[in-house]
């Protein structure tokens, strides 16, 4: 069966510190890497996307990708408050002549001011 | 620009009882999803539709139908609810065939007794 693994946290760090939040994937074969932000009571929203093995920066976030390791992280550069969120880390698989869409179930972080 | 809408917010319904749940993009996205979402057991994808006219199951589609009107809307229909579907359903939609949804709409509770 396939599956994501997060940490459910709650991750904790300080205002202006680095939030480094990280997922594992069971399927070696998986393609595209999607990291959303889904804050209490709200819908999730895609923040970052990573296809290939290295780093991906945009403004303060940095999604790192090691697929040897079958691992996907997300890094966030000089926290804030409004970052306290839950993220969800989504990965696809093939499955037969599909895709499909494994989500994981997300770690929680708080930003402290 | 709305993005993608969802109707009611908020709903509770008896066992047994009947409902649509409506869905509408504005952003001319080819691809609409229905997922519901419960603690513990992250976001599953219920029904899917790649282009106008074409739909597929997800991980839990029973005790669910739905309608791709047009490009636009996507309903999802109970058709006897039951207290195993109280959850938070959202709507979204992405602009290629893929399986990483873009847009999320603000979601409907769902409560049934």
């Known amino acids: 069966q396939k599956e994501v693994e997060q940490n459910s946290g709650p991750l904790s760090v300080p205002e202006g510190a680095i939030a480094s939040l990280n997922c594992t994937y069971s399927?070696?074969?998986?393609?595209?890497f999607f990291w959303y932000r889904q804050y209490s009571g709200k819908s999730p929203e895609l923040i970052m996307f990573?296809?290939s093995n290295g780093d991906k920066e945009d403004g303060r976030f940095t999604a790192q990708l090691n697929k040897a390791s079958q691992y996907v992280s997300l890094l966030i550069r000089d926290s804030q408050p409004s970052d306290s969120a839950t993220y969800l880390c989504a990965v696809t698989f093939n499955a037969g002549n599909n895709r499909k869409l494994i989500w994981g179930l997300g770690t929680s972080l708080a930003v402290n001011p | 620009n709305a993005g993608v809408t969802q109707t009611p917010k908020f709903q509770v319904l008896k066992t047994g009882q009947s409902m649509t749940l409506q869905c509408a993009q504005d952003m001319n996205h080819n691809s609409m999803y229905w997922y519901r979402q419960d603690p513990g057991m992250g976001l599953r994808l219920i029904y899917y539709s790649a282009s106008e006219g074409t739909t597929d199951k997800g991980e839990v589609p029973n005790g669910y139908n739905v309608s791709r009107l047009n490009k636009r809307e996507f309903s999802l229909r109970l058709e006897s609810a039951a207290p195993s579907q109280t959850s938070v359903y959202f709507c979204?939609?992405?602009?290629?065939?893929?399986?990483?949804?873009?847009?999320f709409g603000d979601g409907t509770r769902l409560s049934i007794l």
């Open positions: 399927d070696r074969g998986s393609q595209s």
């Open positions: 979204a939609s992405t602009t290629d065939r893929g399986h990483q949804p873009q847009h």
């Open positions: 990573i296809y």
